[in-house]
């Protein structure tokens, strides 16, 4: 069962003041996308229609990293959707961090997963409940406005470590000069690398007061989120986006969920399944999400999909497809040329 949240995105006011700015009407977007008028005046799209109105953007500003740039500095914190104005208040840009990869959750489809390793912090973008990749505007974008947060939170002009890209972003350097580091371009996946130093700098837009009366209301709204989607298909997500050459347990993701591993176990088990299925389930869905895409290798589909060695994934392909993934991939390629000639 999916969350009604899937399938219904709500646009910010802001993103309609913002484009305005940059000489870009709604009007204009409305268009380009090929979608009804009525998404500016009551602006709840699905999934499809909000990456057809990033990808218009896109097109009507010319090169990618312009408008990401654009867009990343001329939106107005006071335009701030709730959710990310409990961000912008927070203590420190680590608690702004968590609160951002928490809340997202409540506007899909974009997904964030922090890790502090070392000097590091790493901040991977997924996708929530799609296995469908958004614009690489809508990729900068979410990458750069996380940067932005902490240098608008701090006051203090904040460089990143590294930016990583799975697709071309336009003009490279006018992103390395606004991320104030190198970017890559063709990455496995979509990550920003900050300095874990910076997490502990505090925000001096922090604001106690505002943060005791949002915080409560969104965790609710969180909450009441989750429980209209099934448990199995929040555990399914939790895995896919934590696999990467690894396997994630069932304390971990009972971690994640705020329950004990006992209460996740008998929660799964009323819905007729278990851990060990879902993982399976998840592992399979995402090979096949990955062997689709030809600029993804076999052995880094299995690190993927949480196989640290390619023989184990190619035994597991097997029992799921009955064919090796290179066979299947093949076979997949053949069976999309076909349909395009017929």
């Given at each position: ?61 010319g090169d990618t990293a312009t408008g990401i ?33 928490r809340y997202k959750q409540q506007c899909p ?234």
């Amino acid at each position: 069962m999916k969350s009604h949240t899937t399938e219904r995105i709500k646009i910010p006011p802001g993103f309609w003041a913002g484009l305005h700015q940059l000489g870009i009407t709604a009007h204009d977007v409305a268009r380009q996308a090929h979608l009804p008028l009525t998404i500016i005046t009551e602006p709840v799209v699905t999934t499809a229609q909000y990456f057809a109105i990033w990808q218009a953007y896109s097109d009507l500003i010319g090169d990618t990293a312009t408008g990401i740039i654009k867009l990343a500095t001329v939106f107005e914190t006071a335009q701030y959707p709730p959710t990310v104005l409990a961000t912008y208040h927070a203590r420190d840009y680590r608690d702004a961090l968590n609160r951002m990869a928490r809340y997202k959750q409540q506007c899909p489809p974009e997904s964030l997963r922090i890790t502090e390793e070392g000097e590091h912090c790493i901040i991977e973008l997924d996708w929530l409940h799609t296995g469908q990749s958004g614009p690489p505007m809508l990729v900068g974008i979410t990458l750069a406005f996380l940067l932005e947060l902490g240098r608008r939170g701090t006051g203090q002009p904040l460089t990143a470590r590294l930016v990583e890209f799975s697709h071309s972003m336009g003009n490279v350097q006018a992103l390395e000069a606004y991320f104030g580091c190198r970017v890559r371009i063709g990455a496995p996946g979509n990550r920003l690398t900050l300095h874990r130093s910076d997490l502990d700098r505090p925000f001096v837009s922090y604001n106690e007061e505002l943060l005791e009366i949002l915080t409560p209301v969104l965790d609710r709204s969180l909450d009441e989120q989750q429980r209209c989607r099934s448990i199995s298909e929040t555990v399914k997500w939790i895995m896919k986006r934590s696999f990467t050459g690894g396997r994630p347990d069932i304390q971990v993701v009972a971690k994640e969920l705020r329950m004990s591993d006992r209460t996740l176990q008998r929660r799964l088990t009323d819905e007729n399944t278990s851990f060990k299925h879902l993982l399976t389930q998840a592992r399979h869905e995402q090979a096949r999400e990955y062997l689709a895409d030809p600029s993804l290798d076999i052995k880094e589909v299995a690190f993927l999909v949480g196989y640290e060695d390619q023989n184990s994934f190619y035994r597991a392909f097997r029992l799921w497809e009955g064919d090796t993934p290179s066979n299947w991939r093949v076979k997949q390629e053949l069976w999309r040329n076909r349909l395009v000639t017929e």
